[in-house]
């Protein structure tokens, strides 16, 4: 059973281009939630999704930055007309069923590097 | 506003010392949860706490309701447990909607 995988690791966008990050949940999970820590600040809650639904979006930026968990594939996290703040690393985590980090499991990271 | 507070910021250790980090938190919180990020960045969940006391292995964690307090302490420090250790408390959002604090940076030497 492999864990929670999301790729790229690494990813380099140009200011203006779209960045989509994914997230591969664990088998069996339904809950993803995704957390971003910019440089030298600590992690912050972006959104929770389960299948087909945002649960709560309430950490996400108002503008650019949207989620997905389809039915089927992965989770997407999309910022589109990147910007150089937008520089983070994110991490996607899931968890069976919604008791959030009681039982969730972390993927590596996605760090994104906007030049 | 909602802020977790961890202290010291920065600890260095020698192999075998107790080691004890410290998290604060405002009024309110249903759970608080302890985690480690390891240097290459991934990040496990070690406890989550609503009372009292959790052990697993050298990890114990407490925390003090009332004084709005918790700690993680490891025995017996080995460098492995090099990593950033970070609290997070659930002020009553959704259980993934968490404020997290900055971080400890452990750093165990032989």
């Known amino acids: 059973n492999a864990g929670v995988m999301q790729n790229p690791r690494h990813l ?8 989509r990050l994914r997230c591969s949940p664990m088998k069996g999970h339904s809950h993803v939630y995704w957390y971003r ?6 992690l912050k809650f972006m ?3 389960q299948k087909e639904n945002i649960i ?13 968990f389809p039915k089927e594939g992965p989770s997407i996290l999309r910022i589109q007309q990147v910007v150089r703040g937008d520089s983070a690393a994110y991490f996607c985590a899931s968890s069976q069923g919604g008791r959030g980090l009681t039982e969730a499991f972390f993927g590596q990271g996605t ?4 030049v | ?19 004890t980090i410290n998290c604060s938190y405002s009024v309110g919180i249903s759970a608080l949860h302890w985690l480690q990020q ?7 969940s070690l406890f989550m706490l609503s009372s009292g006391k959790k052990k697993h292995g050298r990890l114990i964690a407490t925390i003090n309701i009332q004084e709005k307090h ?15 250790y970070i609290c997070a408390a659930v002020y009553g959002g959704s259980q993934g909607n968490l404020i997290f604090g900055k971080g400890t940076k452990l750093s165990v030497k032989p």
């Open chain 1, 12 to 19: 380099v966008r140009r200011r203006g281009q779209e960045a």
């Open chain 1, 37 to 42: 820590q910019l440089p030298e600040e600590g």
């Open chain 1, 47 to 49: 959104v929770y999704l």
């Open chain 1, 56 to 68: 709560d979006e309430s950490g996400m930026p108002k503008e650019r930055f949207s989620a997905e």
């Open chain 1, 111 to 114: 760090r994104l590097t906007v």
């Open chain 2, 1 to 19: 506003k909602n802020e977790v507070e961890q202290s010291p910021q920065n600890l260095t250790a020698q192999e075998g010392e107790f080691i």
């Open chain 2, 38 to 44: 390891h240097p290459g960045g991934g990040i496990v």
């Open chain 2, 70 to 84: 918790s700690s993680l302490h490891i025995t017996a420090s080995h460098p492995r447990d090099s990593a950033v």
